[in-house]
């Protein structure tokens, strides 16, 4: 099976500008969650889409959106992005069902730069 | 609030001995734990789980212990190699909140020749 897929894979942006990330789910895999990873905060969870529904939120600012189409795929956006969304978005899928259904699989991420 | 605690931000460990990396947590509700590899530029990869009704799983050189009582877990590799020097992960999931990973900091482990 192909992996997680995500597009694209670097990105820069100006303040105050909005950007949209993609993220293609393995086959067969329902739910979709975004990560932000910084240096200074680690991996922190962004929001958990299953079934084209935003099933889990974490604690990030509404500039911060997302949601998934019939086919699994999802997409994130930031708007009015600041200097400190500067981040490597990961993406990652999951089964959600039977023995792995909280195992992870994640993508490359995307690299966005805000300036 | 970091529920997923991995104090040593880095591990230098010989080529052929064993690599031990800890993880602490604080939420007594997390019914599964994971670790992830991550090398630069690239996505973290899981290696290995553990549910909270066991103490012990095993994959290869791979094993993950799992302490319920002092709410600690670590991941033990055996023998390392040069291969395995990558940020390492330690993770935790709530049936109650399937899709949300909570991770630590990660730590640097190097194997050295």
């Known amino acids: 099976k192909a992996g997680v897929t995500q597009t694209p894979r670097y990105l820069i942006k100006t303040r105050g500008q909005q950007v949209t990330l993609s993220c293609s789910p393995i086959?067969?895999?329902?739910?979709v969650s975004w990560y932000q990873q910084t240096p200074g905060q680690g991996l922190q969870f962004l929001f958990e889409?299953?079934?084209?529904?935003?099933?889990n939120k974490g604690n990030f600012p509404g500039r911060f959106s997302g949601r998934q189409f019939s086919n699994s795929r999802s997409e994130m956006n930031v708007s009015t992005l600041e200097l400190g969304d500067s981040a490597l978005y990961l993406c990652?899928?999951?089964?959600?069902?039977?023995?792995?259904?909280?195992?992870?699989?994640f993508g490359p991420g995307t690299r966005l730069t805000v300036t | 609030d970091q529920q997923v605690k991995q104090n040593s931000p880095s591990l230098s460990v010989q080529e052929g001995r064993i690599s031990i990396l800890n993880c602490d947590y604080t939420?007594?509700?997390?019914?599964?734990f994971l670790w992830y590899k991550k090398y630069p530029a690239e996505g973290p990869t899981f290696l290995i789980s553990?549910?909270?009704?066991?103490d012990k799983n095993e994959d290869g050189r791979f094993t993950v212990f799992l302490n319920k009582s002092a709410k600690h877990l670590s991941l033990h590799i055996v023998p390392s190699q040069p291969g395995d020097s990558a940020v390492y992960f330690c993770?935790?999931?709530?049936?109650?909140?399937?899709?949300?990973?909570?991770f630590g900091r990660g730590t640097q482990l190097t194997v050295w020749p």
């Open positions: 990652a899928s999951s089964n959600t069902v039977g023995q792995g259904a909280f195992e992870q699989y």
């Open positions: 086959s067969g895999h329902r739910s």
């Open positions: 889409y299953f079934s084209e529904t935003q099933r």
């Open positions: 939420n007594s509700m997390f019914d599964y």
């Open positions: 553990i549910s909270s009704i066991k």
């Open positions: 993770a935790a999931a709530r049936g109650s909140t399937l899709g949300r990973l909570y």
